[in-house]
């Protein structure tokens, strides 16, 4: 899989404008990766729209899990 770098520095744009817009969000994950992801941990996610319709998941972190969110970690450097 071939990796376009235009996409990548849109991604480093889209991500620091985020970051300004959203300050608890990257603080919270700093905060997580300074404990360590590891399989069997939950991540949950809840969404709630316009209407109030709340939407949520969860999913138990697999080894593989843990390895694509550090990749992910590991591209805002």
Do not use: C, W
């Amino acid at each position: 899989m071939a990796v376009n770098p235009m996409a990548l520095l849109k991604l480093k744009e889209r991500f620091s404008i985020f970051s300004r817009q959203h300050p608890k969000v990257p603080l919270f994950f700093r905060k997580i990766n300074e404990k360590g992801l590891e399989p069997g941990m939950i991540l949950e996610l809840k969404v709630t729209d316009n209407e109030g319709n709340n939407y949520v998941t969860n999913m138990k972190l697999t080894p593989e899990d843990v390895e694509t969110l550090k990749l992910l970690h590991s591209l805002k450097s």
